[in-house]
C-alpha cells in the first residue's frame, strides 16, 4: 500500500538552528511530492510542491525540499529557524494518475524555543 | 480570492445521529477533496470529487458519503455516528484535475457524545 513515513515525531531547535525532517514514501511510479504546515490555531498551508524539474525546490518563509528519486526521499530543511516556524509539518503525495487525493505522513511537531 | 470555507465550524452531535458538513471551495477550483484529521491516525483522505463525480474513495465505511453541486460546493455526510468519528473533518480544493496543489480550508470540529 502507499504510505508516507515521516521519522521525526517531535523536534526542538532553539533559534537560528538548522532544521531538517526526513520524509520518505512508498511508490513506484510518478508522484507529486508536498510540504504542508499548520501553525497553531490555524489550517494548513502549502510550504513547497515538487511536480518535476529541478530536485531541489524552495518554497515560502525560506524552506526548501530535495527530491531524492532513488531513496524515495522528499527531505525538508531550513538553514535558521525562528520561532515563528512553530508548527506541525506534514509531508504529503499524490500518486500517479487522475486523482488529487493526498496521502499524508504522520507529521513532525516542530517547537523552536527562544 | 476567497479561501475555502467550510460550515459549520464546530458541531456536537450525539451517537446515532447523523451530520451533513458543507465545503464551498474557492472559486474556479472544480476538485474538492475531504480528509479526516485526528490526533490517532492522523491525516486520512475520505473522497474526491471532480465535476461532480467521486473519483477516488479512502478506506471509510459506508456511513461516510458525500457529494459535489454543479457549482463545485460539495458535502458530506456521516450517518449513524459513533465515537470515533470525532474529529476534525478538512475540506481541500483545487483548480486542477490531478495532482496539483490543494487549499485546505479551516475544518469543522466534530464531537460525538
Known amino acids: 500500500a502507499q504510505s508516507v513515513s515521516q521519522h521525526n515525531h517531535h523536534v526542538i531547535l532553539s533559534e537560528a538552528a538548522s532544521l531538517e525532517l526526513g520524509c520518505n514514501y512508498s511508490?513506484?511510479?510518478?508522484?507529486?511530492l508536498f510540504w504542508y504546515v499548520q501553525y497553531p490555531g490555524q489550517h494548513l498551508q502549502l510550504l513547497l510542491k515538487?511536480?518535476?524539474?529541478?530536485?531541489l525546490v524552495k518554497g515560502i518563509k525560506g524552506f526548501e525540499a530535495e527530491f531524492i528519486k532513488s531513496k524515495f526521499s522528499f527531505n525538508l530543511r531550513k538553514p535558521s529557524v525562528q520561532w515563528s516556524d512553530t508548527a506541525e509539518y506534514f509531508c504529503?503525495?499524490?500518486?500517479?494518475?487522475?486523482?488529487?487525493?493526498?496521502?499524508f505522513g504522520t507529521g513532525t511537531l516542530l517547537a523552536v524555543q527562544p | 480570492k476567497a479561501g475555502v470555507t467550510q460550515t459549520p465550524r464546530y458541531l456536537i452531535k450525539t451517537r446515532g445521529q447523523q451530520v451533513t458538513l458543507s465545503c464551498s471551495p474557492i472559486?474556479?477550483?472544480?476538485?474538492v477533496s475531504w480528509y479526516q484529521q485526528t490526533p490517532g491516525q492522523g491525516l486520512q483522505f475520505l473522497f474526491e470529487?471532480?465535476?461532480?463525480?467521486?473519483?477516488n474513495k479512502g478506506n471509510f465505511p459506508g456511513r461516510f458519503s458525500g457529494r459535489q453541486f454543479s457549482n463545485s460546493r460539495s458535502e458530506m455526510n456521516v450517518s449513524t455516528l459513533e465515537l470515533g468519528d470525532s474529529a476534525l473533518y478538512l475540506c481541500?480544493?483545487?483548480?486542477?484535475?490531478?495532482?496539483?496543489?490543494?487549499?485546505f480550508g479551516p475544518g469543522t470540529r466534530l464531537t460525538v457524545t
Open positions: 472559486s474556479g477550483h472544480r476538485s
Open positions: 511508490y513506484g511510479g510518478t508522484v507529486n
Open positions: 504529503a503525495v499524490t500518486p500517479g494518475g487522475a486523482t488529487n487525493k493526498l496521502i
Open positions: 470529487y471532480f465535476s461532480e463525480t467521486q473519483r
Open positions: 515538487y511536480f518535476s524539474g529541478d530536485p
Open positions: 481541500a480544493s483545487s483548480v486542477l484535475g490531478q495532482g496539483g496543489e490543494q487549499y
